[in-house]
């Protein structure tokens, strides 16, 4: 199994540009998540898809749009990307262990810079 | 809304020594609480998940204990190997969404 991945690993763009993330994962999880990452802080939550068909906001959703487009593949796009998206960006998709119970896992990330 | 705190941001052992990283939470209402593992340049590793119900997991020579009432979990590393070296970072499961902290980078030296 792969596991989670995602696409690209790395990429620049300018100011006011637009770009689509991908996230696939091969393990039959229902939810999945999209996570940033800054220098000094931790992983902080942009979208969740709880199930096929459905997403919500997370703690930083303000510029970014998701779409759960199978179980397996969850998007995440920049309309008009700023400076201040600037960051590594992270996928997740969690495993029902039982009891109120997700463990997550997650992708390589991929590095976004916005100049 | 729950906020995770780790202290010490940044630690150096040399080898052989034990770790000790400390995770505080402030809502005790969580439903798990996770350990991960950051390799520079890389994604996240889960190391151990202890559920709201238990007190402690163990795997290998990583030990990790929760005590809700305190808001507070520790992740103990036994006998630290030059390996061990990356940022440990804690997450508290609160209705189904991860609240993470910034984690500890952690050094051991040969």
């Known amino acids: 199994n792969a596991g989670v991945t995602q696409t690209p690993k790395f990429q620049v763009l300018k100011t006011g540009q637009s770009m689509t993330l991908q996230c696939a994962q091969d393990?039959?999880?229902?939810?999945m998540y999209w996570y940033r990452q800054d220098p000094g802080m931790g992983l902080r939550l942009i979208y969740y898809?709880?199930?096929?068909?459905?997403?919500d906001k997370g703690e930083v959703p303000n510029g970014y749009n998701v779409s759960r487009l199978n179980k397996r593949e969850f998007s995440l796009r920049l309309e008009s990307a700023a400076p201040s998206q600037t960051s590594v960006y992270f996928c997740a998709s969690s495993e029902f262990k039982g009891f109120e119970t997700y463990e997550q896992y997650f992708g390589p990330g991929t590095r976004l810079t916005v100049t | 809304k729950q906020e995770v705190t780790q202290i010490p941001a940044a630690l150096s052992v040399p080898e052989g020594e034990n770790l000790v990283l400390n995770c505080s939470f402030t809502d005790s209402a969580i439903y798990n609480l996770q350990w991960f593992r950051q390799d520079p340049g890389k994604g996240l590793t889960s190391l151990l998940l202890i559920q709201s119900s238990q007190r402690e997991q163990t795997s290998g020579r990583l030990n990790a204990s929760l005590d809700k009432s305190s808001g507070r979990s520790t992740l103990y590393i036994a006998a630290s190997q030059p390996g061990d070296s990356a940022t440990y970072l804690c997450?508290?499961?609160?209705?189904?969404?991860?609240?993470f902290g910034a984690g500890t980078q952690v050094v051991v030296t040969p």
């Open positions: 393990m039959n999880h229902n939810s």
């Open positions: 997450a508290a499961d609160s209705w189904g969404k991860l609240q």
């Open positions: 898809s709880a199930s096929e068909g459905t997403t």
